[in-house]
């Protein structure tokens, strides 16, 4: 029978939150930074205040009960709920003030990082900005579940939930081995790259989908060579330098790249030329979503000195 006299805790909650996701008493403890017998007496102490079994414990694995799947729904709900409700609570004391959790993708985050903590350390001295660089889909994951606050990546996303707002567009340039027939050029046509040996980043970027958009649009077809042998910008343009082929970078970070490795040209599209925007994306609704659009308003103007085309 349910004892009605006790409620449940957060810190039960949040113990069997964890155990519901990794369904590992070690890693769960460890994802919350709470000790593993205090974890399994925090869950224990959950099933005898809602008088349910939680979990089928044996000695290789744990396991939901049926109890357990329906209450984990339940308890995640309540977990976002409170922390939606610290966010109200924070955004209400001051804006621009106490932590901002700021995800950004990898083929972003060394072009634009200096101008974003210039403008946080110039104009808001009191944010806490913490930076995590990962791939889209574990940044909207991380957006999801409250991990992050706030994201700076490619879009469009088309993910419902999640409000965009643009920076800026930004073209993609040719970088190509010094002595290739297409380096310099000022106007190549995007048929151009239907046969040339491309190298692009790995799986999970979204500067490779990017990139094979645009040779598709081109004509490309899906036998042409594509060599994906990168994890990183930087390395892609060592390769090219190396004379193994081509690549497409984006414009913020030509100067960048191209300046570490010698035996390099740079070619530009005819216009239109291809390009990708850039834009921050928070939960739709977020508590703090007014001071998150200030925030990319600041960015719009600290970003003109930018090669891009701000967005209005």
Known sequence: MTNRGKQPSLAQLRAFAAVAEHLHFRDAAAGIGMSQPALSGAVSALEEALGVQLLERTTRKVLLSPAGERLAVRARAVLEAVGALMDEAEAV?????????????????????????????????????????????????????????????????????????????????????????????????????????????????????????????????????????AAGLATLVQLVAGGLGVTLLPRTAVDVETGRAGRLQTGWFADPAPSRRIALAMRSGAARGGEFEEFAQALREAMRALPVRVAP
């Open 93 to 229: 004391r001051a804006p621009f003030t106490g932590v901002l959790r700021l995800g950004v993708i990898p083929t972003v985050a060394p072009y634009l990082l200096p101008t974003v903590l210039k403008l946080v350390h110039e104009r808001y001295p009191e944010l806490d900005l913490q930076v995590h660089e990962e791939q889209t889909s574990s940044l909207l994951e991380g957006l999801g579940a409250g991990r992050l606050d706030l994201l700076l990546l490619a879009v469009p996303l088309g993910v419902p939930g999640v409000t965009e707002l643009p920076l800026f567009d930004e073209d993609f340039v040719l970088v190509t081995p010094e002595d290739h027939w297409l380096g310099g050029r000022q106007d190549i046509p995007r048929e151009a790259l239907r046969e040339l040996h491309l190298l692009l980043l790995d799986e999970g970027h979204c500067l490779r989908d990017q990139a094979l958009d645009i040779c598709r649009e081109a004509g490309r077809t899906e036998g042409a060579p594509v060599t994906t042998t």
